[in-house]
């Protein structure tokens, strides 16, 4: 008890307050949507189930703040393997949840389903971080580039493969980019990557990619594509006619057209935002923006301040992870961004991922708690 009140000490002088407020604010705004959007089931299940994963997330911030992530770095190869563990596991244990992926453990004796790849998330923008720290003086090199993309490529490949979720699987894409950017890597091999992807698309769309998947794109670049909205384009429609249906101040709480029915589809978790607009219109879909960008900003700011090339990796890693998952969200809700099932970071409902959310963040608060290498590892090159 008594070391858990010094560390909780430690953690109130050090850690990332801010950070951390800002994540309960949008938290509890989204408790708030998820109880709005799930008030005509009669029942508060999901309400208690985000309270508790959130409770618990706080507590995994705070944990995971007091690791210096220079430890995380020198165990880069047990954290690989332990994503190819979680991963394998979906083969026996995996459920889709009625969405088509297969890309839940349902374990019956936990309340909620655990998504893998959630949890892989962080163990990649660790794994990532520690790779480009190895290669840090020549980060642009083919060794380089070839060693970061093999792990990205073992987690893309085999969530792909076991689960099909290309939703998640592009998010490990994202962080891969923007933390190449972030860390220093040649826009030359951006414009080979986007040659090479020009070049096999064709082979990509004709023998890879399942039917549903060419609909969400065709949707998006040919607007007489099911133009009457009965086909690819319907959750689209209804999302769109709730996002606007509220204006600028909206229907009010609880008061939507749809969302008071349950009409909308996934309300409660991937079109959360169109379920803001039309409660709370204009006014509150800006409000949850701004919020999250703060959240994103915050992550970038404590990167750029800390001299560690590893700490401002792992920082702009969760950024990318952030950003990428807001702009494809929203983007699907109001119709510009292919429907590939992605929640509202801290806003949609979603067990595993607010824990992974805050534990990642709590990587974020560790470097502001020690935006430096201990000195003695300034020294010592630890065994990879």
Known sequence: MRQFLSEFKSFLRKGDLVLLALCLAVTTFGVV???????????????????????????????????DVDFFSEHRLLMAGFNVFLLLMLIPFGTDLDTGN?????????????????????TYVLIMASVMKSHQSRISSLRSIVHMVFHLGLLVGLNMIISRDAGVSLIFVFIFIGMAFAGGVSLLWYLLAIGGIAAVWPILWNNFMDEHQKKRILVLINPEYDAEGIDARFHTVRSLRSLTGGLWTGQGLYQ??????????????????????????????????????????RCIQVG???PDYLRKMVCFGAASALMFQIIINVGM???????????????????????????????VSGVHAR??????????????
């Open 33 to 67: 949507m998820i109880s709005s959007t799930n008030n005509y089931r009669g029942s508060l299940r999901y309400v208690i189930i985000q309270i508790a994963a959130a409770s618990i997330g706080v507590l995994l911030f705070m944990i995971i703040s007091s690791i």
């Open 102 to 122: 297969r890309s839940w453990l349902d374990f019956p004796f936990l309340p909620i389903d655990i998504q893998p790849a959630e949890i892989c998330k962080i």
């Open 333 to 363: 809700c109001i119709g510009v961004a292919p429907v590939i099932g992605l929640t509202l970071p801290f806003i949609s409902y979603g067990g595993s991922s607010i824990l992974t959310l805050y534990a990642m963040l709590g990587l």
């Open 304 to 306: 750029s301040r800390s």
């Open 371 to 384: 935006p430096e290498a201990p000195s003695h590892a300034l020294y010592i090159q630890p065994k990879r």
């Open 256 to 297: 939507g057209n749809r969302t008071s029915n349950g009409e909308l589809f996934a309300q409660h978790t991937d079109y959360i935002f169109s379920a803001i607009g039309e409660e709370l219109g204009f006014f509150g879909c800006l409000a949850v923006l701004i919020m999250l960008f703060l959240i994103v900003l």
